[in-house]
């Protein structure tokens, strides 16, 4: 079971602290997670940590700055990089967003070992091409090896499109191979009979151990994403991708895809579905390194971080659009009490008389609403009982 965050700042601190607890031949990878907003960025770490640590919401821009979060399997260490949304400068003067947002995912990039980028498959609008911000970020760092996850496949009810998005994403190509649609797909691909997704992601051999989970299910996930690879029969270079290399903001202009992809990888965070996979694949390319954390820490954030970011995330739920990006937290009890639960008591200041009305509720059952299930996520992270109040006042 991963470990509980300390509901102590000094405690967490100490955590932080602490010299990790090397074992005898220690293994690290640290990953960068990248994406358009609302990707499901945080949803992914949420489940590859096993507890709620990042804030998760519908509206874009719920995470506002990179957070680690850490994994530790028997002898090995990830550290997972979450990040904002990449996102241009004008759209962050728009949204009046701080300027971390937009050098974060950049700074993430520079410490990673490995790329995971996060594709929406349910938002039509964009799911056939990457975003000109992750290709402007990838083809900054083309030496960091890069995996495709495509993310919500539960939503999409034509799976065959699977085939299509992930030919568009890599440009065909993955791992230096050429993807191939398989004909008993092609067949289907009339109607919107669900394609066989038993273990749904492209596998190039020579990244399997022999023995493993993942290459024992080799044979069943290329049935199961319908995507394979050509040997390149038919002469040296047929299907063969040249290494990736700088590209300058005019060589973007007209792609969609990059075709350097390692690995494709489909699943739906939310509901953990194939996320299992993802983390298998990921202790597997773990290299010999020392780790970076104690074994006791979950994520580098503060016990308070934590408690203010989920609650935002609910106000940015169940608000309007325009006014949570208005709303000041502040934390005015932090305590333990008599029967060891944690207490807290936050006032939410609001600008307007309407936005407190709005964040009340008829009865107040918003604010209540907000509060239960704030408190409820907040249990699942410290592993203790927590009373969680909310004041709402006008600034």
Same mark, same amino acid.
């Given at each position: 079971?991963?470990?509980?965050?300390?509901?102590?700042?000094?405690?967490?601190?100490?955590?932080?602290?602490?010299?990790?607890?090397?074992?005898?031949?220690?293994?690290?990878?640290?990953?960068?997670?990248?994406?358009?907003?609302?990707?499901?960025?945080?949803?992914?770490?949420?489940?590859?940590?096993?507890?709620?640590?990042?804030?998760?919401?519908?509206?874009?821009?719920?995470?506002?700055?990179?957070?680690?979060?850490?994994?530790?399997?028997?002898?090995?260490?990830?550290?997972?990089?979450?990040?904002?949304?990449?996102?241009?400068?004008?759209?962050?003067?728009?949204?009046?967003? @701080?300027?971390?947002?937009?050098?974060?995912?950049?700074?993430?990039?520079?410490?990673?070992?490995?790329?995971?980028?996060?594709?929406?498959?349910?938002?039509?609008?964009?799911?056939?091409?990457?975003?000109?911000?992750?290709?402007?970020?990838?083809?900054?760092?083309?030496?960091?090896?890069?995996?495709?996850?495509?993310?919500?496949?539960?939503?999409?009810?034509?799976?065959?499109?699977?085939?299509?998005?992930?030919?568009?994403?890599?440009?065909?190509?993955?791992?230096?191979?050429?993807?191939?649609?398989?004909?008993?797909?092609?067949?289907?691909?009339?109607?919107?009979?669900?394609?066989?997704?038993?273990?749904?992601?492209?596998?190039?051999?020579?990244?399997?151990?022999?023995?493993?989970?993942?290459?024992?299910?080799?044979?069943?996930?290329?049935?199961?994403?319908?995507?394979?690879?050509?040997?390149?029969?038919?002469?040296?270079?047929?299907?063969?991708?040249?290494?990736?290399?700088?590209?300058?903001?005019?060589?973007?202009?007209?792609?969609?895809?990059?075709?350097?992809?390692?690995?494709?990888?489909?699943?739906?965070?939310?509901?953990? @579905?194939?996320?299992?996979?993802?983390?298998?694949?990921?202790?597997?390319?773990?290299?010999?390194?020392?780790?970076?954390?104690?074994?006791?820490?979950?994520?580098?954030?503060?016990?308070?971080?934590?408690?203010?970011?989920?609650?935002?995330?609910?106000?940015?739920?169940?608000?309007?659009?325009?006014?949570?990006?208005?709303?000041?937290?502040?934390?005015?009890?932090?305590? @333990?009490? @008599?029967?060891?639960?944690?207490?807290?008591?936050?006032?939410?200041?609001?600008?307007?008389?309407?936005?407190?009305?709005?964040?009340?509720?008829?009865?107040?059952?918003?604010?209540?609403?907000?509060?239960?299930?704030?408190?409820?996520?907040?249990?699942?992270?410290?592993?203790?009982?927590?009373?969680?109040?909310?004041?709402?006042?006008?600034?």
């Amino acid at each position: 079971h991963p470990p509980p965050v300390a509901t102590d700042k000094e405690e967490q601190k100490r955590r932080l602290e602490n010299r990790p607890d090397q074992p005898r031949n220690p293994r690290v990878l640290r990953i960068a997670i990248i994406g358009a907003p609302n990707a499901g960025k945080s949803t992914l770490c949420n489940r590859l940590l096993g507890r709620k640590v990042f804030p998760v919401s519908r509206k874009v821009h719920t995470t506002r700055c990179k957070a680690r979060g850490v994994i530790t399997h028997q002898d090995t260490q990830l550290i997972i990089l979450d990040t904002p949304g990449l996102i241009n400068p004008l759209k962050a003067k728009r949204h009046n967003l @701080e300027e971390a947002m937009l050098t974060d995912p950049w700074d993430s990039m520079k410490l990673a070992d490995l790329v995971l980028v996060l594709v929406d498959v349910s938002d039509h609008w964009t799911r056939n091409s990457l975003s000109k911000e992750v290709l402007k970020c990838l083809s900054q760092f083309p030496h960091i090896p890069s995996v495709l996850v495509l993310n919500k496949v539960d939503i999409l009810k034509k799976k065959f499109l699977l085939l299509e998005i992930a030919t568009d994403l890599t440009e065909g190509i993955v791992n230096g191979k050429k993807l191939e649609v398989k004909s008993a797909l092609k067949r289907d691909s009339s109607s919107s009979a669900k394609a066989p997704l038993h273990n749904p992601r492209a596998s190039p051999p020579e990244s399997k151990v022999p023995g493993s989970p993942c290459g024992q299910e080799k044979n069943q996930a290329q049935e199961g994403s319908g995507l394979d690879k050509s040997s390149g029969v038919g002469g040296a270079g047929t299907g063969e991708a040249q290494g990736p290399k700088h590209h300058g903001p005019e060589d973007l202009k007209d792609v969609k895809g990059w075709p350097h992809f390692q690995e494709i990888f489909m699943l739906a965070a939310l509901h953990g @579905e194939e996320v299992d996979t993802l983390k298998s694949y990921l202790l597997m390319q773990a290299k010999p390194g020392p780790w970076e954390f104690h074994s006791d820490v979950l994520t580098n954030q503060s016990p308070q971080e934590i408690c203010g970011n989920i609650i935002r995330e609910k106000v940015l739920e169940y608000l309007p659009l325009e006014v949570p990006y208005g709303v000041t937290q502040v934390t005015e009890i932090w305590e @333990e009490g @008599e029967c060891g639960e944690l207490l807290i008591v936050q006032s939410l200041l609001v600008p307007r008389e309407s936005h407190k009305r709005m964040l009340i509720g008829r009865e107040g059952k918003v604010i209540s609403r907000i509060a239960r299930e704030a408190g409820q996520d907040l249990m699942n992270a410290f592993l203790c009982d927590v009373r969680l109040k909310l004041k709402v006042e006008v600034k």
